[in-house]
Nanobody, 121 residues
Framework: QVQVVESGGGLVQPGGSLKLSCVASGNIDSLLYMSWYRQLPGKEREFVAR???????NYADSVRGRFIISRDDGKNTGSLQMDNLTPEDIGDYFC???????????????WGQGTQVIVGS
């Protein structure tokens, strides 16, 4: 079993920045992808960003140029740096990881419980 925990959410003024962190622990042989999703009020959960084990990243159009996803080499941790936040970014942010629990095992995904981001004055 794998546990995923996000942190770093909170209240920030428009134009401000937050850095979210994601820590995956448990039975992990390889963490191949780390992704961030968000659920805005009254909307379905949506993709924000993803980073692969080789460092390749991709972003949703709505956050490209403002958010940067990263992961720590050799560790099952990563972060999402969010700059120039607007009220449209308000919501719950979730980390999702794709792991192999053993070297020849299948790819399995796990979600965290989320961290809340509020943008306002």
């Amino acid at each position: 079993q794998v546990q995923v925990v996000e942190s770093g959410g909170g209240l920030v003024q428009p134009g401000g920045s937050l850095k979210l962190s994601c820590v995956a622990s448990g039975n992990i042989d390889s963490l191949l992808y780390m992704s961030w999703y968000r659920q805005l009020p009254g909307k379905e959960r949506e993709f924000v960003a993803r980073i692969a084990i080789n460092g390749g990243a991709n972003y949703a159009d709505s956050v490209r140029g403002r958010f940067i996803i990263s992961r720590d080499d050799g560790k099952n941790t990563g972060s999402l740096q969010m700059d120039n936040l607007t009220p449209e970014d308000i919501g719950d942010y979730f980390c999702r990881v794709y792991v192999q629990e053993r070297r020849t095992g299948p790819l399995v995904d796990y979600w965290g419980q989320g961290t809340q981001v509020i943008v306002g004055s």
